[in-house]
């Protein structure tokens, strides 16, 4: 994302493994794993059960100086970057926070740096880039750049102790993490690299990156590339034996052929990740003038195709039943008045949003504050947006945390129709593609309104290149209705106050579909996770007369199968927990009805019922909602002013579980979805519920469901929930040409956190105190006259 590119001269780096020499990645063997969980885990050693003990006894000045060997004492930063012929090059390494996304800068080092190790010109050639995003410190190397390097300064985090570490006056350098495809060898590596030195702009100057870390990945396959789609779809339209069967569609202009290059799954042994594999869709478009034809109201069926991605050829082709292609639908397109055929309403007046006093937000690069929330903005290539280090300031208790990190990390679309090609239509859209390598520039189309702050996104492409997406993620105010209100009936005085909320939000597109991803924040502490649902059905092609129980008829020869989307939150929460503190639990709330008899003589009694989760396979829960079941997660050593541990409570939404069967194939990747709720112990390495690598994943129960199996102690620790929601689409003719919005999600609340409602002092609208200087409303009612 776009940041100001700064770095700083390495200091005070923590203790790393002996860089291999140029090109000597290691070879994946059964050390493999430990190897890369020792040298990252230099970086990242939060998920050490030893130091995560030790912090949470409250020694978290021994944690940090286990980490960062003791150094002068803390001084002030430098008001200027140095130079270096011309060419601006941060010296100090606060320059970028430790949470911050990797700049245009940092990735073209990293990059740099990784193909300069290629032991050959022909490996350096053969290397792809499909992910380089910023390894992630520990939270004590966080909360030591909260404290004291970046404002808002909160030495609290890491109180100075006597006897106790010195504070460093640097912080250790920036880590990048790559992963590499190898096109020629069709190997998958991790590396880590060390920036040492970036300079804010490398037209050809030098760099300094070291690597500290590789490792070549057996048997995976890391998410397919735009640029690999692109190139399917060209070999496939000058494949001759697909041109002749289109010539038997009645279809001999190439141009008007769409082919998606879907992941293939795992199905069975042959689609092992010893090939780099895709099994195509296709679709057609007619000879429209409309400028933007909707090609997915003609899928072209009966042709099936296995395209080899690595050496981009076609290795099997079979044109197994000629289906027609659907006759042109006149209602198919979505664009504008006449350019679809049709007209526009005329009735729709301007509605506009004014802010004079500009946005109640501040924003310091990435640092947000806003109502008395803060937060750090993050954005990687599979999450997308990313909230870090999220707070509260609740008043003399002063910043009070709520979560260190909240992202979605994976969702899966898996379609109902066991016909072909349907029945492996299921989608991994995060771990086979990237949400955020998917998400969009809302310069091309944003619903926000009023005063908007955009972040941009730096990426590398296939090859290594850096692009830049601009405006990929927005962040403003909208009004939201009431926030609280009441009427005194005997003097007819009233109080209102509306709500307004913090909208963070990326859109992204894969394929067909769009996806809105939205973190809502609220005055009354609340914190709403959204996604909306919209785009284009994946539909199929019937034959005359032909009908299917397993999806829905849109127009002739046309239906959109069944099918579900699963989305999966990792919220590593922190309920008044500093970064080195590990004092939460979960606690499951069902609401019981009191047994008939002395304690309920008429009937009516119902209560809450606490459950503590204690370790992680009684935390593998699911939605009920005949129980209003809820989750809460509680500080064990925090109380507010009854006595009771303060905590926020994970309210579900609308929800489902899968459909298939328990021996459906697409579950042997995603065996996270046979729940709604997980709840782990942090560990810095448990981030993907199915694995990093799930495309053409033959390993069962990777992820989640295999952590789950160590079934930790989960009664006072970091806790992480994955929070998976659902919505079963029954597709109907409303949803055709374009879908409205569908709307899901979950809320966060605050349950005990507060010693009273934070919302209580949010001044009356601005609208309303003109009205009347700022006075109580009274008003004249019938009743009142009576009185």
Known sequence: MAATEEKATPCCAPRVLPAKSAGAAAVGDKGGMSRRQAAIGEWIAAGDPKR?????????????????????????????ASSAKGIPMMTRAQSSH????????????????????????EVRDSMRFVEVVLLEPEKSIVALADAYFFPPFQPSLLPRTKGGAVIPSKLPPRRARLVVYNKKSNETSIWVVELSEVHAATRGGHHRGKVIFSEVVPDVQPPMDAEEYAECEAVVKSYPPFIEAMRRRGVDDMDLVMVDAWCAGYHSEADAPSRRLAKPLIFCRTESDCPMENGYARPVEGIYILVDIQNNVIIEFEDRKLVPLPPADPLRNYTPGETRGGVDRSDVKPLQILQPEGPSFRINGYFVEWQKWSFRIGFTTREGLVIHSLAYIDGSRGRRPVAHRLSFVEMVVPYGDPNEPHYRKNAFDAGEDGLGKNAHSLKRGCDCLGYIKYFDAHFTNYTGGVETVENVVCLHEEDHGILWKHQDWRTGLAEVRRSRRLTVSFICTVANYEYAFFWHFYQDG??????????????????????????????PGLYAPVHQHFFVARMDMAVDCKPTEAFNQVIEVNVK???????????????????????????????DPLTARHWIVRNTRTVNRTG??????????????????????FLRRAA????????????????????EFPNQNPRINEGLATWVKKNRSLEETNVVLWYVFGITHIPRLEDWPVMPVERIGFMLMPHGFFNCSPA??????????DKDGGSPKLIQSGLLAKL
């Open 52 to 80: 995560s003990a030790a912090a949470a006894a409250g020694g978290a000045a021994t944690a940090m100086s286990s980490l960062i060997p003791p150094v002068e004492d803390i001084q002030d930063p430098p008001t200027k």
């Open 98 to 121: 430790p949470l911050d996304p990797l700049s245009a800068a940092e990735i073209s080092v990293a990059v740099a740096t990784v193909r300069a190790a290629g032991a050959t010109p």
């Open 526 to 555: 609340k914190i709403e996770a959204e996604v909306k649902l919209t785009g284009i059905l994946s539909l199929g092609a019937l034959q005359p007369g032909e009908s299917r129980k397993y999806g829905t008829t849109i127009a």
């Open 593 to 623: 009805v009191e047994e008939p008899g002395k304690d309920n003589v008429h009937n009516n009694a119902f209560y809450a019922e606490e459950k503590l989760l204690k370790s992680e396979l009684e935390a593998m829960r699911d939605c």
């Open 644 to 665: 009771q541990p303060t905590g926020y409570k994970l309210v579900p939404g609308l929800n489902c579980l899968p459909l298939a069967g328990p021996e459906a194939k």
């Open 672 to 691: 996270f979805l046979k729940h709604n709720l997980w709840v782990t112990p942090y560990s810095h390495n448990e981030m993907h519920p199915g694995g």
């Open 760 to 769: 209580v002092d949010v001044p009356p609208s601005t609208s309303e105190m």
